[in-house]
């Protein structure tokens, strides 16, 4: 039974650049969240997709987008990228039939260095 | 928002010995996750313990989910313990976006 996934594991941009991260769930998940944790602190929400649409946003701007694709698994995007983004970026994915009793899984992050 | 608290923010500990790291939280939830991370950056679960108590060889953990609280114990600690322990709330069942705290650096010395 695989796990979460996310690709690539490292990146370097420049400020101003474009980025797209990329999430596949845990089998049988159909709900996947992302998350951005700076150095020295918890994870933060960005937001939260199911059934292709984004359902919950935490405080980030619009620069930070979103996807889900039929197969469940999850693309985020961050447009004029600024220093303040380099952070490692997380995607957990939980199933929404299991309301309570079932817990969010994360996947190994992206690294993203912006120079 | 939702506000978590960890402490002690730092923790070190010789092999072998016991611990326990708090989590106070400010309202209700019904999601309430303990994770590790390894020096990888991996998020892995420990415990969803929105209240009860749980035990999973050397850790255990309570929530007091009516005094917004959650203790995790790691008892016989060793050096493998080491890394970040997260405590993460929800208010809204397993989907619910998590709020995390800032995390509990626990050095565990041979």
């Known amino acids: 039974d695989a796990g979460v996934t996310q690709s690539p594991t490292h990146l370097i941009k420049t400020r101003g650049q474009q980025v797209t991260l990329r999430c596949s769930p845990k089998s049988g998940h159909d709900t996947v969240s992302w998350y951005q944790q700076a150095l020295g602190q918890g994870p933060q929400f960005i937001f939260q997709y199911y059934e292709e649409e984004e359902r919950q946003r935490g405080n980030f701007p619009d620069r930070f987008s979103g996807h889900q694709f039929p197969n469940y698994s999850s693309e985020l995007n961050v447009n004029a990228l600024l220093l303040g983004d380099s952070a490692l970026y997380l995607c957990?994915?939980?199933?929404?039939?299991?309301?309570?009793?079932?817990?969010?899984?994360f996947g190994p992050g992206t690294r993203l260095l912006v120079l | 928002g939702i506000q978590v608290e960890q402490s002690p923010p730092d923790l070190i500990l010789q092999e072998g010995a016991n611990s326990t790291l708090r989590c106070n939280f400010s309202?209700?939830?019904?999601?309430l996750q303990w994770f590790h991370q390894n020096p990888w950056g991996q998020l892995i679960n420990l415990f969803y313990?929105?209240?009860g108590t749980k035990q999973n060889g050397r850790l255990s953990a309570t929530t007091v989910a009516t005094e917004r609280y959650s203790l995790l114990y790691i008892s016989s600690s060793q050096t493998t313990d080491s890394g970040v322990y997260f405590c993460a709330v929800g208010r809204a069942g397993a989907n619910s976006k998590l709020t995390f705290g800032k995390g509990i650096t626990l050095s565990v010395r041979p």
């Open positions: 957990a994915s939980s199933a929404s039939r299991d309301a309570f009793g079932e817990t969010q899984y």
């Open positions: 309202d209700s939830v019904n999601n």
């Open positions: 313990i929105p209240s």
